[in-house]
C-alpha cells in the first residue's frame, strides 16, 4: 500500500470482505454506504477507524513518498554516511512530513464528517457531535487491560456499538419488570432492572480502590444487609 502506486482496484475484493463479513459482525447491525463512511472515519470523530483500503491506499502512498523523500534524497547523493548536522536536518525534516501527514489527514476526516452531518437527520446529526467529545471514544482505543477492567466479552463490546450508534440491541426483554415498554433510556434509568444500583456500586469500588491505592487507611465498601428469613 505504501510502497506501490493505483493499486487500488487490488483491495476492493479486501473491502468487499469488510463490509460483507467482518462488519457485520462488528456491529450486529444492517449499514447502508453512509454507515460504512462514518465507520472510516476515527474514533474520536465518532468513528470506528475501519478504513476503507481501496480509497486510502494512493494517499498511504504519497504520504510514505513525502515522509522518506530526504533518505532518498540521501541515497541518490550515494552518501555512505550522514554527518551528525545531516542526520540532524534529515530528522527535523521526516518528523516535519510525519506533523504535516498527520494533519492533513485528520483535515480529510473532519471534511467526510462535515458532509456526513448534512446528510443525516438532525438528531443523528447531533448524536455524532456527541460521538467526537473529548473522552466519549476512549474506551475503543483504551489498551484492554484486566487489571483496570477494560475488557469486554463478545456480548458487552457487542452491546456497547449499539449504544453508541443508537442501534436496536437484540436479544433484551419487551417489556421491563416494572410493566413498561423497554428501551435502553428505560433500563439506564428504572428502579428495578438494577442499572442504577450497578452504576452507583462501580463508582463507589472505584472509589475505595483508589483511596486503598494512595495509602488511606480503613478504607471499606458499605456492607450487604443481611437478607431477611420469614421475620
Not at 479486501?14 to 444492517?30: G, N
Not at 467526510?112 to 473522552?135: D, F, R
Not at 428502579?191 to 491505592?213: T, W
Request: charged content about 25%.
Amino acid at each position: 500500500m505504501r510502497t506501490i502506486t493505483n493499486i487500488d482496484h487490488l483491495f476492493q475484493p479486501l473491502e468487499r470482505a469488510i463490509q460483507d463479513s467482518f462488519l457485520p459482525t462488528i456491529v450486529k447491525h444492517c449499514f447502508n454506504e453512509l454507515d460504512r463512511l462514518v465507520y472510516t472515519l476515527p474514533a474520536k470523530l465518532g468513528g470506528l477507524g475501519i478504513f476503507d483500503p481501496s480509497k486510502i491506499c494512493n494517499t498511504e502512498f504519497n504520504g510514505s513518498l513525502r515522509a522518506t523523500a530526504p533518505l532518498v534524497k540521501a541515497i541518490k547523493e550515494q552518501k555512505l554516511f550522514l554527518t551528525p548536522e545531516e542526520n540532524s536536518a534529515v530528522s527535523t525534516e521526516i518528523a516535519a512530513a510525519k506533523a504535516g501527514i498527520k494533519s492533513q489527514k485528520l483535515e480529510e476526516h473532519k471534511t467526510t464528517l462535515k458532509s456526513v452531518k448534512e446528510q443525516l437527520t438532525p438528531e443523528k446529526a447531533q448524536h455524532m457531535e456527541l460521538l467526537c467529545k473529548k473522552g466519549t471514544s476512549s474506551w475503543l482505543t483504551t489498551l484492554p487491560l484486566q487489571e483496570f477492567g477494560f475488557i469486554l466479552n463478545k456480548q458487552e463490546f457487542g452491546d456497547a456499538i449499539c449504544l453508541r450508534y443508537n442501534y436496536i440491541i437484540r436479544n433484551i426483554p419487551h417489556r421491563c419488570a416494572c410493566g413498561e415498554l423497554n428501551s435502553i433510556n428505560h433500563a439506564l434509568s428504572c428502579k428495578k432492572g438494577g442499572y442504577v444500583s450497578m452504576r452507583h456500586n462501580q463508582l463507589r469500588d472505584l472509589i475505595a480502590h483508589q483511596l486503598s491505592s494512595v495509602g488511606c487507611r480503613d478504607v471499606r465498601t458499605e456492607p450487604l444487609l443481611i437478607p431477611i428469613e420469614n421475620e
